[in-house]
């Protein structure tokens, strides 16, 4: 091994004040946004008198940027290899070769699955989306520009299970405030939940608008296209038709009254220009199930995914910058990420402005901008150091955040070589989260999962750790992590290296090469009930449980 | 470097929220622990609500109407309030009025079970972008001990499910079973040999870890470890076998009996807030017989907990709530059955921070309306806070919508506070 040196640098961040040094005389030939984003993060440590942290060791960026990017770590032989790879732009071919792993749209499928559903989604019929998933999956892994995947998913075109997208209206049940509150949260960082029921009341959103914008969706209708592998089929279908009732602040409101029809206006700007209908025009009394529904005469909801989605909407790409910004680097530059508002003021106002720009001039290319991203030397800075917040304000240390429940069981298989033991259709049969039932990883590690920093000690994790199924996967097959250490030949140093980077995608260091020794050594073979005290110490030690 | 102190008061002035998100976040994250310790009233009231799942008809308890056509078949007994009078079913609470004060003029807004289980556990009515908290969820989090063996907030055969909603993890219920059993991984899987190497083996690696690595977050995933071994030191606080044949006479011989001494047990080890449950009231057909049948052993079990309670001086710090997600009808239908109502029914407090021997509103002759006082459910648990020493008026954020613990617009219900 000869990353050991490597290594030491995790405890060298005393001398960081030596890296603003070397930032300055960066003389890397980077493109100009991975530049951008380091100059004024840079600025901002200067401004506010802060002393960043060293940069991150291979071992470290490796780990994390295999989690951030195609969201599980890195096995053994990649370990190595990565750390024994002399050549200086290891790390830029690294986010190459990861951008184009197929796990890479994996991860991001399931990422925004669980953004656009939750891990409840309001409607029962979005408990299995499958088709869904995977069409998520076949955008990331065409790279399909941003703004496109937003407008077909909002256009909701097909059905929910050949197609997927209608899916996400579909959850909401006819109930266009709900869609409302979400699409302008997630697409747009607009919170207008509190415009509902009153005026926003530290906000310019009003009653009217929430309802102008829930005008575009309140004539979608919900239609059955049949079954496939015993789910509904369902369409989203749009009627020419009928208006929303807005009946004016809720403490007014009186049983039995009816409001007045808003009609369908921007959140900033003019009200939707509308053709008339054709003489003597003729509503759909009932949209027939198993057939194409007929569209409307004008369709609102298509006006307002090419509204949302373009890209000169304010909000659209900023949010999408923002957002992304925080996946990557634990929080938004404005934080929460989906609250764009004047109250919530970004940490770093130019740097977003220049982000959302330059995501509009390269076409809302994902992978260019995540490459920008995870190029730049803010990302790469290393988590060690004094802050206690998980997520630094100023990005002067990296980020903390904990394994979401997919990341989690993915990178226990990997780490343990449960994965190669697996037979190849066991994953589709026994579930994803095999061998652990799928609730209860949901259940202790599903949540939070907003793809940031968000963490809360519980107890009921940890004695599911301490004493649920976790163990199954320390398997003893052939090839397996276990079975090698086991049989292993190797002197302790070795099969102690083998262990650590296997699981923490490390070296041991000489104070843990000691104390594991002194912990195998107590008996004079390798016990096995001690190699699996070991493993398992290490699958469930914070420095598994957190990205950082 | 930005110290402790200020960034706390930094992250206040903007906006106090962590991440927001379609997914919600985890409240408050950032008050920490020391600054909800703070805030919190120094005599960290308790509190045991009882829970009569399907919604306990108030004609057969606290609120007859004899004569009446809605009245019924059972009779009115008094108690030892003068004046107050309830259900013969209830002899045992009948003495033990001079502690209750019982409200007839509950107001409720969700008529169904899932709704008003919701509803009476939350103070909220469910919607689809933000998961309430239950009041036990707030209530551990507000008066709960930070370095306890046990879980803050304990329920006991319960069947709401809003847990700790947005206030996240460290606020989750800990479920007990219906007849005792602790939930899922409760129990050490390992030998205590096993146990006690990986506990060292597990600590040395948290502890070098955390010695370069100073984010609060792996502090609480130590901490809730730590946690979670204490309760295997503690366990034997949930077997109540070896005291109930002393009590059995005190509380009823009744599995119900047998959750309310638990609940006592779990209270005095400094639990903060415990639900036991008792099902199933939901009499659509012969109301008078299943009400027969279940509210005795109940009756003799809260009474018995009362008794308890107050001869362990236990009474004036632990707030005893009495309540169902809904009453029933006055109508009685074609099946002897009551249906569900939530336009007038009754509730009851007890103990800590309530002023017993009262009946606060009332309602009219034939129970179909409320006469005067209407207490709705936000009005109720501005009022279950006010009485445990928690501002109703605090807020904490779903995203960064500010939520405060008793709906907007709730008021206290003063005459029902005191002592």
Partial sequence: MTHRSDDRRLTRWPFAALVVLSFAQSAWAAPPLQDVIDNEVHAAWQREKITPSAPSSDAEFLRRVSLDIVGVIPNYDETVAFLADPSPDKRRQLIDRLLDDPRYAKHMAELWDVLLFTRNPPGSEADKREGLQNWLRQRFAENTPYDKLVRELLKAEGNSIEQGPPLYFVQYRQRPEDMTEAVTQTFLGVQLQCARCHNHPFEPWTQQDFYGMAAFLARLQIVSAGKAENQNKLMVAEKSTGDILFTGSVKDDKPGKKGDPVAPKFLIGDPLVEPPLPEGFKEVAKFEENKPPQPPVFSRKDQLAEWITRADNPYFARATANRLWAQFLGRGLAHPVDNLSDANKPSHPELLATLARELVEHQFDLKWFIRELCNSQTYQLSSAGPESDPLPRWFQQARVRPLSAEELIDSWQVATGFESSLKPDAKKKDGRFSPIDGGYMIRFFGQPNTGTGDFQGGLHEHLFLSNGPVSQLIVSSPGSLFDSILKSTAPWNERLERLFVSLLSRAPTDEERQKFSEFFSADEKMNPDRLRDAIWALMTCSEFRFNH | ?419
Avoid at chain 2, 8 to 37: C, E, I, Q, Y
Avoid at chain 2, 238 to 265: M, N, P, Q
């Fill in chain 2, 1 to 419: 470097m930005i110290d402790h102190l200020s960034r706390r008061t930094l992250l206040k002035g903007t906006l106090a929220t962590s991440a927001g998100g379609v997914v919600m976040n985890w409240g408050d994250l950032f008050h920490g622990p020391a600054s909800v310790a703070a805030e919190a009233s120094p005599t960290k009231k308790r509190c045991i609500l009882l829970w009569m799942n399907g919604g306990a008809s108030q004609f057969e308890t606290l609120d007859l109407k004899p004569g009446a056509r809605t009245g019924g078949t059972f009779r009115p007994i008094s108690t030892n309030v003068a004046g107050a009078q309830i259900c013969e079913l209830m002899p045992k609470i009948a003495q033990q009025m001079d502690k209750l004060a019982v409200i007839r003029s509950m107001r409720t807004s969700e008529v169904d079970h899932p709704g008003g289980i919701y509803l009476m556990h939350t103070g909220y009515r469910p919607t689809a972008n933000v998961r309430f908290p239950e009041f036990g969820a707030i209530i551990a989090k507000y008066n709960g001990r930070e370095a306890t063996d046990l879980p803050n907030f304990i329920k006991v055969f319960s069947q709401a499910d809003a847990g700790a909603g947005f206030l996240g993890p460290k606020y989750q219920p800990f479920g007990i079973g219906p007849e005792g059993s602790l939930p899922p991984f409760s129990a050490s899987s390992q030998s205590p040999e096993v146990e006690s190497r990986r506990y060292q083996l597990r600590s040395f690696l948290e502890e070098t870890y955390g010695k370069v690595h100073r984010a609060e977050t792996s502090k609480m995933h130590r901490e809730a470890y730590e946690a979670s071994r204490r309760l295997q030191g503690v366990r034997k606080v949930f077997d109540i076998d070896t005291e109930w044949a002393k009590h059995s006479e005190l509380y009823g011989d009744s599995v119900f009996g047998r959750r309310c001494l638990l609940a006592r047990r779990l209270i005095e080890e400094g639990v903060s807030f415990v639900e036991v449950s008792q099902s199933s009231y939901d009499s659509h057909a012969d109301n008078a017989v299943w009400h027969k049948a279940l509210v005795p052993p109940m009756e003799h079990a809260w009474a018995g907990l009362l008794v308890d309670l107050h001869q362990r001086g236990m009474l004036d710090s632990t707030l005893v709530v009495w309540m169902g997600e809904i009453g029933r009808t006055p109508n009685i239908n074609n099946r002897a059955g009551r249906d569900h109502y939530v336009r007038s029914w009754s509730t009851a407090l007890a103990g800590g921070g309530i002023k017993g021997g009262q009946v606060y509103g009332e309602s009219d002759a034939t129970g179909v309306d409320v006469k005067d006082n209407p207490v709705t459910e936000g009005d109720f648990f501005a009022t279950i806070y006010s009485a445990l020493g928690i501002d109703p008026k605090k807020e904490n954020f779903a995203g960064v919508r500010p939520i405060p613990l008793a709906p907007f617009g709730s008021k206290v219900v003063a005459e029902l506070l005191g002592s």
